[in-house]
């Protein structure tokens, strides 16, 4: 079998399931946990890898039934934040009146001045993530676990990340009331290390990459020390990557309930493109858009590229790499969702590539220049690509594209404060200003 490490959490799935309860939960919609691999069916619980043959396990779900019209109606109906779309997601239908951080709804914005530059005609659009409550797309994955976590009885909410799910655990747990704890790599970016600690949980640093730190995760859940704890992006992963599937809810929402025919999604551990893929099918499915055929993409950085080398050299088989970038973010050497994410960039004609540190700055001052969009790294990445995937013929700039945005760049100063500064320091005076030459732009 092509997926790597699932034996460990299996294991560790049978060390949960029999210390928690798995009773009957309102998780609204959904009705079980189903493995990907071989389709064996579980109650809804905190597992996540299927006890038979160490598959991971996602959210199966009773979809509504009924006219796509009338769905509409209620989802537009509905808050501007993903509580809108509660009838597709594992939430209780009382969701919007439970203290959560809400995120969602964020700015789809029609990139005409990138467009421009990049030779793109037929449309192009930047699905901004940064507006939501910290400033990244975690916050809906987080706002989904939390769910689950107040379900299943948890007292406190961890998980590993590279900075941004550090930040949205952090929030989501003190608005909604539990106890955090969190791990990171020892080296993150100062401003994502600040943003974790200020919501007043507990930061720990792990020596070591993201991959240290997910390990040292998965044996803490398996020992009598993490009793209680729901790790949203372990225990609770079924339903924490289902908040990935609000991102293709609202583009096709926002492009008038129709599907895009190109989208270029970031790549870190690969679970938001394949949710992404999910929830497009589920809007075929209810009819809520046409079905037609469309192309996803996904963008790594070279310093961290495991998903792309195995594309390129026409694997099946993800191998691990020590990352190296400055796209933190995205830096996870052994991407879980790797494999799937194979299968869908094949599937639908798209493509998987790279770009190097370099172009990842030259792609987030392009995007702030033209759109006034100030991306952090992995925004970078995604630019970076799509501009790549134009060159080499790979990405039809006739058709209309949708780049995603997943982060604020005031959370990755670092990547850009070494090329970026004042034009010119002059003394103040009218006569400086005219010496320096800007007078006249």
Known sequence: MRRKGLAIMAAQTVAVSTDSSTGAVDLGPAAALSCRECGERFELGPLFACASCFGPLEVAYDLPSGSPDELKKRIEAGPNNIWRYAPLLPVPADVADKPNINPGFTKLVKADNLARELGVTGGLYVKDDSGNP????????VAIAVEAARAFGFTTLSCSSTGNLAGAVGAAAARAGFRSCVFIPHDLEQGKVVMAAVYGGELVGIEGNYDDVNRFCSELIGDPLGEGWGFVNVNLRPYYGEGSKTLAYEICEQLGWQLPDQLVIPIASGSQLTKIDKGLQELIKLGLV??????IFGAQAEGCSPVSTAFKAGHDVVRPQKPNTIAKSLAIGNPADGPYVLDIARRTGGAVEDVDDEQIVDAIKLLARTEGIFAETAGGVTVGVTRKLIEAGLLDPTL?????NTGDGLKTLD????????????RPSLDAFRDAGLANG
């Open 415 to 426: 990547a850009v404060a070494p090329t970026t500064g004042p034009t010119a320091t002059i």
């Open 400 to 404: 209309t594209t949708v780049v995603l």
């Open 134 to 141: 910290t400033h990244s797309f975690k916050d809906r994955v």
């Open 290 to 295: 046409e079905d037609k055929p469309y192309k």
